[in-house]
T-cell receptor, first 116, second 116 residues
Framework: GAVVSQHPSWVICKSGTSVKIECRSL??????MFWYRQFPKQSLMLMATSNEGSKATYEQGVEKDKFLINHASLTLSTLTVTSAHPEDSSFYICSARDTGANYGYTFGSGTRLTVV | AQKITQTQPGMFVQEKEAVTLDCTYD???????LFWYKQPSSGEMIFLIY??????QNATEGRYSLNFQKARKSANLVISASQLGDSAMYFCAMREGYNAGNMLTFGGGTRLMVKP
């Protein structure tokens, strides 16, 4: 079935450094990728939507200069958290548009980011 | 206004019994889709079941069924014969519009705990 490989599954970084999270669609072309953030015991909140070859669309309140999204190919989308701070510690999960499976959405396995 | 409301933050159910997780939604679109996902402690989002707004029959997938009441705008998940492995967070989500690539909006989730 459709698979989105998300790496790393967990990462600990120092405050002020940047972290890159990758989501790769393994057996289909992901023209659209959705990036979500989930704080502990809360729901998934959409951060941004990225389309291959174009700039991402960010949700209100999400800093586009802090959360850089690149979707340069049909199989790879990346989220870079720049100058990370402890309040950025969260669970980040991507979801690819996949018209062939799961009624349109295939999720990555998520990345747990801890900023110390 | 919340688009997806899950009023039960936590639920207990005895093993082998059935349980209903509530979900109400709000949309002015005629075409929409409703999803249920299971999120175990590992964080991955596991797709359970889908109901389209034009589907006349309630969706079923194994032990999962969706009690779709369109006029009441509710889409409750019914899990029959609960198992210990069903203990997890459960999220109801909605896609508005016909396009399978539109974003999903999630409810706040319900934590289900199955007692042996």
């Amino acid at each position: 079935g459709a698979v989105v490989s998300q790496h790393p599954s967990w990462v600990i970084c120092k405050s002020g450094t940047s972290v890159k999270i990758e989501c790769r669609s393994l057996d289909f072309q992901a023209t659209t990728m959705f990036w979500y953030r989930q704080f502990p015991k809360q729901s998934l909140m959409l951060m941004a939507t990225s389309n291959e070859g174009s700039k991402a669309t960010y949700e209100q309140g999400v800093e586009k200069d802090k959360f850089l999204i690149n979707h340069a190919s049909l199989t790879l989308s990346t989220l870079t958290v720049t100058s990370a701070h402890p309040e950025d510690s969260s669970f980040y999960i991507c979801s690819a548009r996949d018209t062939g499976a799961n009624y349109g959405y295939t999720f990555g396995s998520g990345t747990r980011l801890t900023v110390v | 206004a919340q688009k997806i409301t899950q009023t039960q933050p936590g639920m207990f159910v005895q093993e082998k019994e059935a349980v209903t997780l509530d979900c109400t939604y709000d949309t002015s679109d005629q075409s929409y889709g409703l999803f249920w996902y299971k999120q175990p402690s590992s964080g991955e989002m596991i797709f359970l079941i889908y109901q389209g707004s034009y589907d006349e029959q309630n969706a079923t997938e194994g032990r999962y069924s969706l009690n779709f009441q369109k006029a009441r705008k509710s889409a409750n998940l019914v899990i029959s014969a609960s198992q210990l492995g069903d203990s997890a967070m459960y999220f109801c989500a909605m896609r508005e519009g016909y396009n399978a690539g539109n974003m999903l909006t999630f409810g706040g989730g319900t934590r289900l705990m199955v007692k042996p």
